[in-house]
């Protein structure tokens, strides 16, 4: 089983709707959690933590869901400059480093 | 600017002939890590340092030769490139020695053709 799994899309939206998927971790001791954004195979930026209260910047939002071990990300009223490939990344813990998802693909259509 | 450098942005060669790419980083990051990036498997971890003169492996370090002599660089080494090393390569870093809690600052990217 893959430390960190995602749905890879892609998911096609139009401007405006809004876009959601989660991204599953396999270890339940795993302590933190990111969301990159990574366009065309240029370098992944982060995009935000994922704090275990959830937290939101602007029109995303991340949340955690420790019992079930997977966070989300939503993405409200999407822009056309929001096509990316988002990645999930998570600790592995007892070692320092992380393991990445493959992404999920975000098309937004005007 | 802060950033991190990486070079060559992109190089074919062949099999057997030994390159470097080489990282720059100039924020005095501790922590710095090697990824390679392959359609479909994400980014997978190759070499990481905590600090000068301390490196680790990653996730598929074999092939692979980095070192750690100065804190702002961190050269990655294939000794012997073979084509199933043909991949995207990014170098990151990042603050304080747990770089699993901070946010890492990749570079550009190397594209590394091996024929």
């Known amino acids: 089983r893959k430390e960190v799994e995602q749905d890879p899309g892609p998911f096609n939206v139009p401007e405006g709707a809004t876009v959601a998927f989660n991204c599953t971790y396999s270890?339940?001791?795993?302590?933190?959690f990111f969301w990159y954004r990574q366009d065309c195979r240029k370098e992944p930026k982060l995009l935000m933590s994922?704090?275990?209260s959830g937290n939101e910047d602007g029109r995303f939002t991340a949340q955690l869901n420790r019992a079930s071990q997977y966070i989300s990300l939503l993405i409200r009223d999407s822009k056309l400059s929001d096509s990316a490939t988002y990645l999930c990344?998570?600790?592995?813990?007892?070692?320092?480093?992380?393991?990445f998802g493959a992404g999920t693909t975000v098309t937004v259509r005007a | 600017e802060a950033q991190v450098t990486q070079n060559p942005r992109y190089l074919i060669t062949v099999t057997g002939k030994k390159l470097t790419v080489t990282c720059s980083q100039n924020?005095?990051?501790?922590?710095m890590s090697w990824y390679r990036q392959d359609p479909g498997l994400g980014l997978r971890q190759i070499y990481y340092?905590?600090?000068?003169?301390?490196?680790d492996k990653g996730d598929v370090p074999e092939g692979y030769k980095v070192s750690r002599k100065e804190k702002r660089n961190f050269p990655l080494i294939l000794e012997s490139p073979s084509p199933n090393q043909t991949s995207l390569y990014f170098c990151?870093?990042?603050?304080?020695?747990?770089?699993?809690?901070?946010?890492?600052?990749f570079g550009p990217g190397t594209r590394l053709t091996v024929l």
């Open positions: 990344v998570v600790n592995i813990p007892d070692d320092y480093k992380l393991s």
């Open positions: 990151a870093s990042s603050p304080g020695s747990g770089g699993y809690y901070n946010e890492q600052f």
């Open positions: 924020m005095n990051h501790e922590y």
């Open positions: 994922v704090y275990s």
């Open positions: 340092s905590m600090n000068v003169e301390v490196t």
């Open positions: 270890n339940s001791a795993s302590q933190s």
